[in-house]
């Protein structure tokens, strides 16, 4: 780590090395996650988030209830940036064969994610297709040929400087919604991965993944259009590509997401 040049910083820094100490390795900055208990997303969308209140810290424990620590209030995210990452590589090996949930008896493919280990985008999807599975790559489909254009034509960004993942990495039968018992199951994995290339913006592509990343329950609808943050990472909702290919009618709204996405970025 280094050298703090002033006073908060060196405090921080012996906080750090407090919590490293007591065996924690992960440190998050995420002062509007919403509760797992929030009955509405409203309360996390950053333009309704208080501005003179100091910023709360949460700390990653095995339970999760999220604890405020008795961190000094900072506007940094310097707890994100002190925290050791973990390779996309490491986080592949510990997923190892995966068998920690049924969808490993009918995958072909476990498919873990693909583009630029430092992306400033990462998209998250819901969980691999017939054609993922085949191929071990996620949005190689129909769906995906549309991401692409999303991305390479809509925000002219070359697909692989993007990173592109899924909340499951196996493909559910008849490609059903995953189960709760899956999300869970998987859940981290997605997480670390989002840790370890620390984008400047996530987004996350229909229901699965929102409701996922931000531990809500709402329509789409009404998800969209706004940001949130996970983990002090400013997060975008928008359409899934494949249900856009059902209601192309949804594309307009998707764009002018995407165009919100390209505004953070440029700013
Ligand atoms: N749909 C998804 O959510 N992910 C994929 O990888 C492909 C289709």
Redesign the pocket.
Known sequence: MEKPENPDLAELAKWLRYYRDLGFTHIFRSPLQPSPLAETPVAVATAAAPTTEPEAYTIAMPTRTPKPAAVPPSGSDLFAAAAPRESLEKIREDLGDCQRCKLSQGRKTI?FGSGNPKAEIVFV?????A??DEQG?????R??QL?TDMIEKGLKIPRPDVY????IKCRPPQ?RKPEKDEIAACRQFVERQIDSIRPRVICA??A??AETLLNVKEAMGRLRGRWYEFRGIPLIVTY???FLLRDPSKKSETWSDLKMLLARLAG
């Open positions: 498919v999807g819901e969980g691999p297709g054609d993922e790559l996620p949005f190689v489909g769906a995906g991401l592109i993942c899924n909340i490609n592509l229909g699965t993944a899934h590509p494949a």
